[in-house]
């Protein structure tokens, strides 16, 4: 199994998890993906990509470091992200009941062993 | 933004609100205009119509040749700004939509909202029958009427 594959299968092996994406953020496509049905993943890939690059440019900005983990919260789940190495971004699409403290534990180990 | 078209207003309007692209032309297969953002000249806007029209057919006699039906899009990356052609179907026939963007946006954006776009217009497109094309007599005016239309000279 690839790396890229293993990150992704740690990321979905997580309660609630509904897919996973490895995103190049600059250009918002997908690298590698493992999505349950109904998740648009280019949607997902395009807007997170975007929304990190954003928040990454914000922080700099404020004279902060890049952001190491993303929680976006919404009514009917939540978008994680981890910037790892290169431009690449892990992506979580995960439900309400989502463990979200173990999936964020997981994702920035996993996006760390991206290198 | 202007468009020979109402209905192409509203679905052009949101793609380029949520996109953020610098420029966008929407044309007819044989480069007709129909809309376009961006453009400050008229000879600007007709020359990147009968290039992105070219392009087009190029490569869909390539993917002809490769044995495959036609290519999706077409993506320059550029340093500064990219471009992306890309054809689809619509009542009204087949369009093309060239889209110029900077770093400011993506291609996963601009690809993403591009396809919504293209939804909205085909789903809003009157379904009369399109005008026949324009007679050899009536070129040079329609031409010109289209021209003011799209930058809206008097």
């Known amino acids: ?115 | 933004m202007r468009a020979l078209e109402p209905w192409v207003v509203e679905p052009l309007e949101v793609f380029l609100a949520e996109s953020s692209a610098r420029l966008t032309l929407l044309m007819t297969s044989s480069g007709q205009v129909v809309a376009q953002h961006g453009f400050s000249r008229s000879l600007d806007v007709m020359t990147a119509a009968a290039l992105g029209a070219g392009i087009v057919a190029s490569t869909e006699e390539i993917a002809r040749l490769m044995g495959v039906t036609r290519f999706a899009g077409l993506v320059h990356h550029g340093e500064r700004q990219s471009c992306m052609l890309s054809a689809f179907g619509t009542p009204r026939g087949r369009w093309i939509g060239l889209v110029v963007f900077g770093p400011e946006t993506s291609v996963g954006i601009v690809q993403l909202f591009f396809e919504q776009m293209v939804a909205q217009l085909v789903s809003s497109a009157p379904r009369e029958q399109a005008p026949p094309p324009t007679l050899a007599e009536n070129f040079e005016s329609e031409l010109d009427a289209s021209l003011k239309a799209l930058f809206g000279r008097t």
Do not use: C, K, W, Y
Not at chain 1, 44 to 67: I, K, M, N
Not at chain 1, 94 to 113: H, K
């Open chain 1, 1 to 115: 199994m690839s790396t890229v594959q293993g990150v992704l299968d740690r990321v979905t092996r997580v309660p609630g998890v509904r897919g996973a994406l490895l995103v190049s953020a600059g250009d918002g496509l997908i690298v590698a993906e493992q999505l349950m049905d109904g998740v648009d993943g280019r949607a997902a890939a395009a807007l997170t990509g975007s929304l990190v690059g954003r928040l990454t440019r914000t922080a700099q900005q404020a004279g902060l470091e890049r952001p190491a983990f993303v929680h976006l919260r919404a009514e009917a789940g939540s978008v994680l992200a981890a910037p790892g190495p290169d431009d690449l971004v892990l992506v979580a699409v995960v439900a309400p009941d989502a463990n979200v403290g173990l999936a964020r534990l997981e994702m920035i180990d996993a996006a760390a062993r991206l290198s």
